[in-house]
């Protein structure tokens, strides 16, 4: 059903039909499938013309290279297919049914996990012209296949009317969203093949019962039940003798699509369970199975079974050891022991108990020889009567069962690795195997090391005859990680495994296996050893960096493989691969990417640019890195460095196990070789004046790539010390940019440059005069733009000289020949002339150009008179010293006003006569005349005397330093007078107060102060 409803959903999606153009479509992705199931891909064309029978061609592109196409199969070609598919194309796992005439569908039978990748459906054109989509694209994806369904295989009598429950596990781990169904089956015996459908758990958690089932179904006979999350288990009330026969479980996992179609996947069946139903009737039989090694210290089960009998019959059952009754239980499920029995049901060694209405179990835990002997069960079926008694209805007694113990056979130790390797690597998984050999029994174990130079033995790890695992204290502890582990594959074999050893474990390992038994001094124990030996990875690891191209040209590609040469290439241990560059410019290595071992990237301090244009790619012990539109900024030096780590340094922070540097390697990024060359050929064009004319450049042969032109058209005039003059450029940009002796306007309307094709570029002359007579030339140039924005040059080349002359048109122009020396003192002026043989016709105007030169200063334009009247100055500052006039009709005059001493040098002037030429008229340069080289040299002037002042420096600092020392003296002068005027003036108001004292003092004292006075006065006399 589910397969109809899935192409159902495929017609419809593709008759979707669309008018007017072609268009091609597929299913939408992407699609989900498990591996070893299949896949059917539908694709339909619609609004073609042609044939209603269409052709498609299938191809995939695969993740591991997405730009290339892989052809897989066609509708017209029987060859399309490519070799990796052509295989499975005849064998049919792959091929395509056509559905209608537009329509097809892609079948892979049984799906690979490399088939994951995006297909593509094409359909070849058979319109009048291409209008619409000819290919639409869906990604496929395919998936591991978890789906696991489990049921125990077994045999079941059962009788008419009696439940029956039976357990299905069905689980998956699809990391997709996918639902799960779980269905039920019966085969019965002479059904042939077919299964009957019994209950069902739909994907969308429906219960669904068989079409034989549903009236059972809905009396709640059957049922479906979920317990868990894996957990399905199916329950029949009351069995009838049509359910006999085969049961199993089936588990489908379902997944939507991105149409929202729900498609299968994948698909279980579990182990059959046979199924004996037994009619109803009252006889039934008594038989009895025995459970057991039939070793001492091994345990027995016994179980006595009834078959047959009614239905829900109440039986008691009884045990016999040697025809002695030790155990009985009646229809109420009360317990008897005798004698012993009961002391060691208490202890735990015996058990007696009812497994179900008919089957009565007597287990004994562990053999001893007071356990061999005849046992046998009786099986009574009873009826309770009014007074509360037991009536026994019937009574069947099973055969005997014989127990003998087998005695202990000898027993031997062999040890062994897993892969009979005694030398490991570092970080290798080391496996010791320990088996014993004898009768089966319960065993302990226990594991020890001797290391290397030691005696004393370190206990690894043991296990105990109860399964309990014990690690050493050095294999056990948090540091160790438990890297040891302890398993038994059977009963008799014992396995270590010592996950991640390191060079330490190296040394002599020892087993040692124990047999206990209820006796201790019947207690048995075997030993051996075994040599192991931990190699370091470090020992053999070596990295070598290589390169196809050392020697890179500009842009192209070039790439760098790290090899990882080591003696444990199988191990896939996790590398950390770090690419190292060290620039022409610096002598110091810098990281440019580093690929961790648990597969993160780490850039290096490089601009963002560079992340775009490099590609790494890293296999097991391989890494490679490529670098697209090289630069010179990747000149340099590069090495990788290679870090080792043991496998489970995802789950620790562990250092790595080894590290090893290849060796540098240079890489240099050149210029390609230019292979310009430009037609060579000069020519000759004599023109007649005012006519327009073209001088082409011609490109022979240029260099391949995505490279620029840059041309550059160059004149020189015919005239005494011409130059190369630049009349205009186009850069390899396509700017043009006009040359420094032509941005006049006159000049720039009449030079344009034209590219007329891929290597042929022109210069067009408009109204050519007599100024334009020269020799031209273009130069060529091939540029090529780097990555990083950077233009190169490659090469340049130049063409043939063509030289234009006008035709002679009778008008002449002669300029005096005279030659001129004249001497001129510093700042001083001089007027320099330039003389007309004679006046010419009265309708010629003239214009007058003067230049100057001087050794190793070159010659440039002064000042030009135009025929107008107009001034132009080669140069803005030179308005200020030059005067240009003409002072009479065959008199040109050039003033220069405050000469310098580098006015010196050769000057000469050019007159061109001008005439009104055409319709409508305009003034054209028809002749021109140069004059003699005219020198002039300037003579220093005679010092005056500021600039002899100027000139000394001893008499400009005393002209400048002694009026400051004399304003300094005055001021100190000024100073002192202050000073004392103040102290004077001071000492006169001092003398006023004595004086005023002196009277007061006269006043108070009288006579005797007038005493005073005489005797001073007779003194004085």
């Not at 850069?731 to 720039?748: L, W």
């Not at 500021?946 to 400048?960: D, E, G, Q």
Request: aromatic share 8%.
């Amino acid at each position: 059903m589910a397969g109809i409803s899935y192409v159902a959903s495929v017609f419809l999606f593709l008759t979707e039909l669309s008018l007017g153009q072609r268009e091609v479509t597929v299913q939408k992705g992407p699609l989900f499938r498990a591996e070893g199931y299949p896949v059917s891909i539908g694709c339909n064309v619609t609004g073609h013309q042609g044939p209603y029978e269409q052709h498609f061609q299938w191809s995939v592109y695969l993740p591991t290279d997405p730009s290339q196409e892989v052809q897989i199969i066609s509708t017209k070609d029987a060859g399309f297919s490519y070799a990796v598919y052509m295989q499975r194309v005849r064998s049919g796992d792959i091929y395509v049914e056509r559905v209608q005439g537009n329509s097809v569908m892609l079948h892979i039978s049984k799906l690979q996990v490399k088939d994951t990748g995006e297909y593509e459906c094409h359909t070849p054109n058979t319109d009048e012209k291409y209008y619409g989509s000819y290919s639409a694209k869906t990604s496929l994806i395919v998936i591991p296949d978890t789906l696991s369904a489990t049921m125990r295989s077994q045999t079941l009598s059962k009788e008419e009317g009696e439940p029956l429950t039976l357990t299905c596990e069905a689980s998956k781990a699809t990391a997709q969203h996918t639902h799960l169904s779980v269905t039920w089956y019966l085969m019965q015996e002479g059904g042939g093949s077919q299964a009957t459908e019994i209950i069902s758990l739909s994907k969308d958690f429906v219960l669904i019962p068989g079409p034989l089932y549903t009236e059972r179904f809905a009396a709640s006979d059957i049922r479906l039940n979920k317990l868990g999350a894996s957990t399905f288990r199916m329950s029949i009330e009351r069995l009838r003798p049509s359910d006999q026969g085969q049961l199993f479980c089936e588990a489908t996992e379902w997944i939507q699509d991105p149409n929202e179609s729900w498609m299968s996947i994948t698909k279980k069946q579990t182990d059959q369970t046979t199924l004996r139903i037994q009619p109803a009737g009252r006889d039934f039989q008594v038989s009895i199975t025995a459970d057991s090694l039939f070793a001492e210290g091994k345990p027995l089960e016994l179980v006595c079974l009834v078959v047959g009998s009614g239905r829900d019959p109440q039986l008691q059952g009884i045990w016999f050891f040697n025809g002695t009754e030790i155990a009985h239980i009646d229809a109420g499920g009360v317990l008897g022991l005798k004698n012993d029995y009961k002391g060691r049901a208490s202890q735990g060694e015996l058990q007696v108990s009812k497994l179900g209405p008919k089957a009565f179990s007597l287990k004994i835990f562990s053999l001893g020889p007071e356990d061999e002997g005849t046992y046998g069960c009786t099986v009574a079926e009873v009826m309770k009567t009014r007074t509360g008694s037991w009536q026994v209805l019937q009574r069947k007694q099973s055969p005997d069962s014989h127990v003998h113990l087998k005695k202990p056979a000898a027993r031997s130790v062999v040890m062994s690795t897993k892969n009979k390797q005694q030398v490991v690597w570092e970080g290798e998984t080391l496996t010791l195997l320990c088996k014993a050999s004898g009768a089966e029994s319960s065993l302990s174990v226990t594991w020890w090391h001797i290391p290397r130079d030691q005696t004393q033995p370190e206990f690894v790890a043991g296990m105990g005859q109860d399964g309990i695992v014990q690690l050493g204290a050095s294999y056990g502890g948090p540091s160790y990680q438990g890297n040891a582990r302890l398993e038994k594959v059977d009963w008799a074999t014992f396995q270590l495994e010592i996950t991640f050893p390191a060079i330490t474990d190296s040394g002599t390992y020892e087993c040692r296996v124990s047999e206990k038994s209820r006796n201790p001094a019947r207690d048995r124990s075997w030993a051996q050893k075994i040599s192991v030996t931990v190699k370091s990875l470090e020992s053999s690891l070596q990295v070598s960096l290589v390169s196809r191209q050392p020697q890179v040209m500009l842009t192209n590609t070039f790439d760098l493989t790290c090899i990882v040469g080591a003696g444990y290439s199988d191990l896939k241990v996790p590398l950390t691969v770090t690419w190292q560059f060290q620039p022409a410019s610096s002598h110091n290595f810098h990281l440019l990417i580093q690929i961790t071992h648990n597969g993160t990237i780490e850039w290096g301090d490089l601009p963002s640019r560079f992340h775009k244009k490099t590609k790494v790619s890293q296999s097991l012990f391989r890494s490679q890195l490529l670098i697209h539109d090289a630069t010179e900024e990747e000149t340099g030096v590069y090495q990788c460095k290679v870090e080792v780590y043991d496998r489970n340094s995802l789950h620790n922070s562990r250092p790595p196990r080894a590290s090893a540097i290849s060796n540098p390697l240079r890489i240099a990024v050149t210029l390609p070789e230019s292979k310009l060359k430009v037609d060579s050929r000069s020519q000759v064009q004599e023109l007649a004046i005012n006519s327009n004319t073209d001088i082409e450049c011609s490109i022979l042969s240029r260099s391949s790539g995505n490279l620029q032109l840059a041309i550059i058209w160059y004149f020189s005039p015919i005239s005494t010390n011409a130059s190369w003059l630049k009349i205009l450029e186009m850069d390899q940009t396509n700017v043009i940019k006009i040359g420094d002796e032509f941005h006049t306007p006159r000049r720039k309307q009449k030079f344009h440059t034209e590219k007329v094709s891929q290597d042929l570029f022109q210069l067009h002359i408009l109204n050519v005069e007599d100024s334009d007579q020269g020799r031209y030339h273009c130069a060529v140039e091939e540029w090529l733009l780097s990555t990083n924005g950077t233009w190169h040059k490659l090469g340049e080349k130049k063409s043939g000289l063509t030289e234009l002359k006008l035709k002679p048109t009778g008008s002449k122009v002669r300029v005096s020949k005279v030659h001129w020396t004249k001497n001129v003192t510093e700042h001083g002026e001089v007027a320099i002339h330039c003389r007309l043989e004679s006046a010419g016709s009265s309708a010629a105007l003239y214009s007058v150009m003067w230049y100057w030169n001087r050794e190793n200063a070159g010659s440039k334009m002064l000042v030009h008179l135009q025929h107008d009247g107009l001034l132009e100055y080669g140069e803005e500052g030179l308005r200020r010293h030059l005067r240009c006039y003409r002072s009479s009709p065959t008199d040109f005059v050039l003033e220069l006003q405050q000469v310098e001493m580098e006015a010196a040098g050769t000057y000469w002037c050019r007159v061109a006569e001008w005439q009104l030429h055409g319709h409508p008229s305009k003034w054209v340069n028809q002749a021109s005349d140069e004059s003699q080289q005219m020198v002039l040299m300037v003579l220093p002037s005679e010092p005056t005397l500021p600039s002899r002042i100027c000139s000394s420096a001893p008499l400009l600092y005393f002209l400048f330093i002694c009026p400051f020392v004399l304003l300094l003296l005055l001021l100190s002068s000024l100073l002192c007078l202050y000073w004392k005027a103040r102290k004077l003036s001071t000492l006169r108001s001092n003398t006023r107060k004595e004086k005023a004292l002196w009277v007061d003092l006269n006043e108070a004292g009288g006579v005797t102060t007038n005493r005073r006075e005489d005797e001073e006065e007779d003194e004085g006399n």
